[in-house]
């Protein structure tokens, strides 16, 4: 069954900290992607990637670094964390370039 | 640059009332593809529909919508609002010109009442 799985769920972190999101598909899909979701903003991309060690820029990716690894991993990097990235952020793998991605269960991250 | 506009942020229904959400998007490509999602609390967005066929209907779960490029719209439909539809609706573009990117709007909620 086509999955996306996120790791953590959740998190909490100072202001400054260091935290790195996982995401890993195992339906050896080409994209993935980060997003954030904002109430009033929808979700917006930041990073995406069509392959390994292929890196694309979204929209909003001021603050984020991101490395996909294999084809499999896709990680989101904040490496000075601020109260502004606290958001739920989805990850999302696609078979091709207009295929629909199909959506991980989110990662809340709280920045305090 | 490309985008797309939800004009409602919140529409508000009685259950067996017509559903319209609105969408209309902007690109210089012609080949656009569409999506709408549906998110509910505490699941992942997942797909409702898509499209990329102009005046072509195109339905799923009791839910349609038609791609118009005339108009730039892809307006998400359904004929009686169950309890059940009250989430958040992402309507999405994809410019089809070989990026992979994928764009989203603000997002609908829809809540309907009894």
């Known amino acids: 069954e086509a999955a996306v799985t996120q790791s953590p769920r959740n998190k909490v972190t100072v202001t400054g900290g260091n935290v790195t999101l996982s995401c890993r598909q195992t339906?050896?899909?080409?994209?993935m992607y980060w997003y954030r979701q904002d109430t009033g903003h929808g979700l917006r991309l930041i990073h995406y990637?069509?392959?390994?060690?292929?890196?694309q820029i979204g929209d909003v990716p001021d603050g984020y670094k991101a490395t996909r690894t294999t084809q499999e991993d896709f990680f989101l990097l904040l490496e000075l964390a601020s109260p502004s990235q606290t958001s739920l952020y989805f990850c999302?793998?696609?078979?091709?370039?207009?295929?629909?991605?199909?959506f991980g269960e989110g990662t809340r991250l709280s920045v305090l | 640059g490309d985008s797309v506009t939800q004009k409602e942020g919140l529409v508000t229904l009685t259950e067996g009332l017509p559903v319209m959400l609105n969408c209309t998007y902007q690109?210089?490509?012609?080949?656009?593809?569409l999506f709408w999602y549906v998110h509910y609390l505490n699941e992942s967005p997942r797909l409702l529909l898509k499209?990329?066929?102009?005046?072509k209907r195109t339905e799923h779960q009791g839910f349609h919508a038609t791609l118009h490029k005339s108009s730039s719209s892809f307006h998400l439909q359904k004929s009686s609002a169950q309890l059940s539809d009250s989430a958040l609706y992402y309507c999405?573009?994809?410019?089809?010109?070989?990026?992979?990117?994928?764009?989203f709007g603000h997002g609908t909620i829809l809540r309907v009442h009894p």
């Open positions: 990637s069509y392959g390994a060690g292929n890196l």
């Open positions: 339906n050896s899909h080409n994209y």
């Open positions: 999302a793998s696609s078979a091709g370039y207009n295929q629909a991605p199909l």
């Open positions: 499209s990329s066929t102009d005046n």
């Open positions: 690109t210089i490509y012609s080949n656009a593809f």
């Open positions: 999405a573009l994809n410019t089809g010109a070989n990026t992979g990117k994928l764009t």
